[in-house]
């Protein structure tokens, strides 16, 4: 499966930006996804994860509450939902798949992902 990212910008400290992960191929249903975010100078982070169907979701602590992650398989897509942004959420965004043997498979770890997309940049102004 290939990933294209988008949506990134420049926002002031407080608004919202949505990114949009879009797949390739027909049989994007069997794939857990995630989001992860690399900031320059820092590791990169995992922020949020969702499962085949998009019954379950993850968020790590820095996003919980702020950020909302949805899929539409029948559009092949992915979604991130930033709200509240703050400066520290200023990073390149990394959108990444990997199949999933069921859809009780919630993937936290950027480690276990096998496709990733090329990024787009968030900046938050303060």
């Known amino acids: 499966v290939q990933l294209q990212a988008s949506g990134g910008g420049l926002v002031q400290a407080g608004g919202s930006l949505r990114l949009s992960c879009a797949a390739s191929g027909r049989t994007f249903s069997s794939y857990a996804v995630g989001w992860s975010r690399q900031a320059p100078g820092k590791e990169r982070e995992f922020v949020a994860a969702?499962?085949?169907?998009?019954?379950?979701?993850y968020y790590s602590d820095s996003v919980k509450g702020r950020f909302t992650i949805s899929r539409d398989n029948a559009k092949n897509t992915v979604y991130l939902q930033m709200s509240s942004l703050k400066p520290e959420d200023t990073a390149v965004y990394y959108c990444?798949?990997?199949?999933?043997?069921?859809?009780?498979?919630?993937?936290?770890?950027?480690?276990?992902?096998?496709?990733w997309g090329q990024g787009t940049q968030v900046t938050v102004s303060s």
């Open positions: 969702i499962t085949r169907s998009g019954g379950a979701t």
């Open positions: 990444a798949a990997t199949v999933a043997i069921s859809d009780y498979v919630l993937i936290y770890s950027s480690e276990a992902y096998r496709y």
